[in-house]
């Protein structure tokens, strides 16, 4: 399994980003999703998750702001976080999961600038 996490930078509060997971070496479509984050001296959460059937969960902090989504033909899972906050600053992580099976890409960077 292959996750390649896309798309962090620097955005000022308030404004939009949106990430993508590329997933390769999986049957993407059975598979479930979910995008993790990692602030400096914390502990990764959880931050939103997408079934296999596409039932989604949020994390209380982001909901109403982040919206995850999956594109079953591109192999590829987003997170569209609008009305970002300087909380929001963390690596963010995605993962895949089946079974017993779980799988993590690497980080990508998302800075929010107050």
């Known amino acids: 399994v292959q996750l390649q996490a896309s798309g962090g930078g620097l955005v000022q509060a308030g404004g939009s980003l949106k990430l993508a997971c590329a997933a390769s070496g999986i049957s993407f479509s059975i598979w479930g999703m979910g995008w993790h984050r990692q602030a400096p001296g914390k502990q990764r959460e959880l931050v939103a998750t997408i079934t296999s059937a596409g039932s989604t969960n949020y994390a209380d902090s982001v909901k109403g702001r982040f919206t995850i989504s999956r594109d079953n033909a591109k192999n590829t899972m987003y997170l569209q976080m609008n009305s970002l906050k300087p909380e929001d600053t963390a690596v963010y992580y995605c993962?895949?999961?089946?079974?017993?099976?779980?799988?993590w890409g690497q980080g990508t960077l998302v800075t929010v600038s107050s």
């Open positions: 993962n895949a999961w089946i079974l017993s099976h779980n799988s």
